[in-house]
Every structure is written in C-alpha cells, then in structure tokens.
C-alpha cells in the first residue's frame, strides 16, 4: 500500500511539474524542414518577433512568435563597413543600401519558409521591410545574417525578425 502512495504521489508532482513547464515554453511556428527539395543552396524560417519576452513569474509575457511572407535578399558576405545604415531608424539592424554583390532573391511563403538553390559560397541574407534591408545577426566573423554554402548539400539559415520585441 505504502508502495503505491509513493507512485500515486510521485505521478501527481511530476504531472505538476510538467504542467507548469507548458505554460512558460514559447511556442514556435513549424520549422517546415519537410518542405525542402533542393540539392544545394539554403533553406529557412522568416518568423516575426513582438511583444514582450522577459521571463515574468506570473505568466504575463506577451512576445508572439509568427511565420511571414517577406522578400529574402541574397547577398555576397557582408560586413557592417558594406553597408548603409538608416540613420533615422531606431535600430542597428536597418539599412539603407548594401555595396556587395546582389546575387538573387526569393520569397517566403505563408509558413515562412524559403530555399534557394546557390553555388559553394558564403553569403548574407537580409530581409526587405517597408524600404529599408533588415538583418540583426552576425557571426563571429563580422558577417551579417551569414550561411555558408558547399558543395551538394544544404544549409539552414532561421531569420529572425526581431525589432518590434523586448527581452
């Protein structure tokens, strides 16, 4: 008897806890690897970031996480002294023009999914919101939103637009 009120009460603190850990886990739009069907290049996610993110012990987080349709512009690598920032934007991550070569550009659909097929490389890829290039992550080269690309195989590059959230 004793046996089985330990388990009864083991089971009743592990479905507590697993209960709270689903209320505090953000949920993500599909990863749509699934969708893939080139041989080399790149594939990804263009998720939209807003709202609040700070960790809060009474749940009152309200950051969204959404796929969305955005034009994907492919870039050689580019550095920070390759482009022009915008000025009047209120973010590092906006840019007025960038002075390396264009090479293609792609759309993602409503998931948020994109892939291009691309020669070995490496590359940048920003996204296109209103007028302005948005891209807010380097690697630790110096290279704005980077994947590098080889021969017959593919890369995964998630894009993250993140200007309109606080963590």
């Known amino acids: ?3 089985m009120l ?19 886990v953000e949920i993500f739009p599909p990863d749509n690897a699934y969708k893939v069907t080139i041989k080399q290049g790149v594939w990804g996610n263009v998720w939209f970031w807003e709202g609040n993110f700070m960790p809060s012990t009474d749940n009152s987080s309200s950051g969204k996480i959404s796929a969305v349709v955005r034009e994907i512009y492919v870039y ?13 934007s209120f973010s590092f991550s906006f840019y007025k023009e960038i002075k390396t070569k264009f090479i293609d550009k792609v759309t993602s659909d409503k998931d948020g999914f994109f892939q291009i097929s691309l020669p070995p490389g490496k ?3 920003f996204v ?36 309109k959230a606080v963590y």
């Open 1 to 3: 008897m004793k046996k």
């Open 6 to 24: 330990f388990k009864l009460f083991n089971l009743f603190i592990l479905s507590l806890i697993l209960n709270n850990c689903n209320n505090s």
């Open 76 to 88: 050689e690598a580019t550095r920070f002294d390759e482009v022009v920032r915008d000025s009047l």
């Open 123 to 125: 590359y940048s890829f």
């Open 128 to 163: 296109k919101e209103n007028s302005l290039f948005y891209g807010s992550l380097t690697d630790g080269e110096g290279d704005l939103v980077p994947a590098e690309v080889k021969a017959n195989s593919i890369t995964k590059r998630q894009i993250d637009i993140n200007y």
